[in-house]
């Protein structure tokens, strides 16, 4: 059960937040802090021991907000350029609302020591995870585009965060950014490596991948689940299952009967997404071209 937010720590980060607004961060007093939140001084210190305390509070919940607002943006059913394009916005959007708040996040945070490494460190990894699982999507892989690496999201973040934080420090308007990231990072999940293609299969309809390919695979699968009182549907079928379904870019209904219930595929194609399975598994399809078909 989420646990509600507290109504005094709330007001207390939208003071130090609009302080920040102010005069800056390096400007800003506690007394700014509660006359901003309608507190007493007293209150804070129940709360927060310091003012760094606070403003390590409000780059946290900052960052909860900047990856809500991307979540919120995409429609992950639009066209993977479509989802970027919304990704981005909202991420510039985001500097936008509070360029200050940014530009505190740049020149003065890191002045707090190892703890705010640790958080922008934190910050760039969540960022990172959710960029990836977006890029892991249904439209991603109509397109033929695997998920984005861990690698690739950091370049991708990295380059908007620097992008946007010169026009911060120069005091230009970041949306004005708006199209050149978007051509960016469309650019970089264009060029990134494509879902592996198997080898059609020739005169034998029922194997797609090679005995080595599948030697590869089988180790990587989690043990299949099944309904009560009925066996597990074969590993290697649900695979080719997805590869098949992938490969032809058809619905999952459209599956050929010799796969089984196209539920099935479905079903553990979307469990191995979201657990990273499938992506090791392509990786692993990837590693050796299939010359033939068995």
Known sequence: ???????????????????IEERGYGGTTVADIVRHARASRTTFYQ???????????????????????????????APWPVQTR???????????ASPELSLCWIREFPSLGPIAGQVRRESMNALAD?????SANEPFR????????????????GGLRELTATAVEEGTDVR?????????????????????????????????LTEEQWARIRPLLPPARAAVGRPPAPQR?????IVYRDREGIPWRDLPSRFG????????????????????????????PATGTR
């Not at 003012?51 to 607002?69: P, Q, T, V």
């Not at 109509?142 to 973040?157: K, M, S």
């Not at 079928?237 to 299952?241: C, H």
């Open 1 to 19: 059960m989420t646990a509600r937010p507290d109504p005094v720590r709330e007001r207390l980060l939208k003071g130090l937040h609009r302080a």
């Open 47 to 77: 709360v927060f021991a310091t003012k760094d305390e606070c403003l390590l509070a409000l780059m946290e919940a900052a960052n909860g907000s900047l990856m809500r607002r991307i979540s919120n943006a995409v429609d992950p059913a």
């Open 86 to 96: 919304q990704a981005v916005t909202a991420y510039i959007g985001h500097v936008a």
């Open 130 to 134: 959710l960029v990836r699982r977006l």
């Open 142 to 157: 109509r397109a033929g585009r695997a998920p984005l690496t861990r690698e690739l999201a950091l370049v991708i973040l």
């Open 176 to 208: 004005q950014l708006t199209e050149t990231g978007v051509a960016a990072a469309v650019a970089f999940l264009g060029a990134a490596p494509p879902v592996p293609v198997v080898a059609r299969p020739t005169g034998d309809e029922g194997l797609l």
């Open 237 to 241: 079928q649900v695979v080719e299952a």
């Open 261 to 288: 219930p196209w539920q099935t595929a479905w079903k553990r194609h979307r469990r191995w997404v979201d657990d990273g399975t499938w992506a090791r598994i392509s990786a692993a399809i990837g590693a050796t």
